[in-house]
């Protein structure tokens, strides 16, 4: 492939403004690469690193923003959980912990700053929730730790956190809801720096000689004989054509896009949603460890942010996640008032030594649901040349290490920087529809 490729750089030649995606081979100076990626979110900047560290020599990633994290992974929760339906997005999320925990020997990077905390993560759910067994079983297999805690343990690992039935009266909780809790804690987990994370893979990237431009929007994928040419890009106000047989579509809420330039057409049913977040001041008078919580009973996550300063807390029910929006450029990036105070609401009930009184934000991101299967497409397209790499919903940012090792696979056929055991096609395009246990925002 990377014979292929530079054959193809010594043959192409770049042309400015051609009037359509065909390349014309008589004028212009060569400016081309052995691949180009698109997107310098997590995904793009994984790809890059293990692209790069399994040889592509010429790689050149562009981003439409200022800077890395302009997309989905700029907002991102960067909540690391291992618990999954699927043995092998398990299998996955535990490398990709693996890597979070080593991080600086993973990277080599002397001042990273992805900034892994490793507070553990709980998983709550409701007594006669069936999915427990399962997921014991799948974390046993793969070799999560972790384990169901009893009333003892809940009180000396977390005395802040209340595991009691819901108050039928707390907002949004229908009867049912109000049961006794199932705590699974796996014993490591929690969150990162998204955008340094990102950065950090980027850098690994960059010095193994991989190139990045940024404010370069891509506008145009070049074909010829039947397979990728190269891209046209807007880089600062000036049209460029840049040539290169390989594309990978890193581009976050903005791919299907990407997909439609290319003339990609996927199976699964890919949409940019709208995802609210609120943030408040924690107190400081809470000093106890406060894990990554999953609180399936009452529909909300939430963790630490800011060295403890602040918690935020999102939405786990898939109600909340059915906001479309066509033009990702354009979305209200706030979250609705409504919002702010059923979470909140619901937060005060789990974390009941919670002061009322702090200071409230909230923000809205972006992230494209699968709505066939919540999982991401990691494939070659039938376009030659042409990866997509989308479709994460909302629990790409944790995978996003091995993401890349996938990546490399697929167009180099050969590992990046780790060796994954998840299998190569398990997030191909035609794959059966994948199950989940609880539905789409933890898949
Ligand atoms: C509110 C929120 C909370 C989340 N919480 C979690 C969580 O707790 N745990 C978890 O694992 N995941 C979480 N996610 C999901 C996770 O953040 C995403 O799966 C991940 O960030 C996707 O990364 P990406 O690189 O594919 O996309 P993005 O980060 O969106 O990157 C795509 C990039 O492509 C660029 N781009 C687009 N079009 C073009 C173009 N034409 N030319 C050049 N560049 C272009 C964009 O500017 C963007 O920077 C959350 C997401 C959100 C929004």
């Known amino acids: 492939m990377l014979e292929a490729a530079c054959d193809a750089r010594i043959a192409a030649c770049a042309v400015r403004r051609p009037s359509d995606g065909t390349l014309d081979m008589e004028m212009g100076l060569a400016l081309a690469f052995d691949g180009i990626i698109i997107g310098a979110g997590v995904m793009g900047a994984s790809a890059a690193m293990h692209l790069a560290s399994a040889g592509m020599k010429r790689l050149l990633l562009l981003e439409k923003g200022p800077g890395v994290g302009s997309g989905s992974t700029g907002k991102s929760s960067a909540c690391i959980r291992q618990t999954y339906s699927h043995y092998e997005v398990c299998l996955m999320a535990y490398e990709a912990l693996q890597l979070f925990k080593n991080w600086q020997d993973f990277t080599g990077l002397e001042a990273p700053r992805a900034n892994f905390v490793n507070c553990g993560v709980l998983f709550l759910v409701d007594k006669d929730d069936a999915s427990v067994p399962k997921i014991l079983d799948i974390h046993r297999r793969v070799g999560v730790k972790s384990a169901v805690l009893d009333d003892k343990a809940r009180l000396e690992l977390f005395p802040d956190v209340d595991f009691r039935a819901p108050p039928a009266h707390v907002v949004g909780l229908s009867d049912e809801a109000a049961c006794d809790v199932v705590a699974v804690h796996e014993h490591e987990g929690g969150f990162a720096d998204p955008v340094g994370t990102a950065e950090d893979m980027l850098d690994v990237a960059r010095r193994l000689g991989a190139q990045a431009r940024f404010k370069a929007r891509v506008v145009k994928i070049l074909q ?155 494939d070659r397209a039938p376009l030659e040349g042409f990866f997509p790499v989308c479709g994460f919903s909302g629990h790409g940012f944790k995978l996003s290490p091995v993401v890349g090792a996938l990546v490399a696979q697929k167009v180099l056929g050969q590992w990046g920087r780790v060796t994954s055991g998840v299998p190569t096609g398990f997030f191909n395009a035609d794959r059966p529809r994948l199950t989940t246990n609880w539905g789409g925002v933890i898949a």
């Open 224 to 378: 010829q004989g039947g397979r990728i040419a190269g891209i046209e890009a807007d880089i600062a106000g000036q049209r460029e054509v840049i040539h290169a047989p390989v594309v990978v579509n890193c581009a976050g809420p903005w791919a299907m896009g990407i997909n439609r330039l290319a003339g990609v057409s996927l199976p699964q049913k890919l949409v940019a949603t709208r995802n609210q977040i609120v943030s408040k001041q924690f107190p400081e008078t809470l000093r106890g460890n406060i894990p990554m919580i999953i609180d399936m009973v009452n529909g909300i996550y939430c963790r630490l942010e800011a060295n403890r300063e602040q918690i935020i807390t999102g939405s786990v029910r898939e109600e909340d996640e059915r906001e479309q929006v066509a033009d990702p450029d354009h979305y209200n990036e706030v979250a609705d008032a409504p919002f702010r105070e059923e979470k909140l609401a619901l937060l005060h009930h789990r974390v009941s030594t919670f002061e009322a009184r702090g200071n409230i934000t909230s923000y809205a991101g972006l992230y494209t649901v699968n709505q066939d299967d919540y999982h991401p497409i990691i």
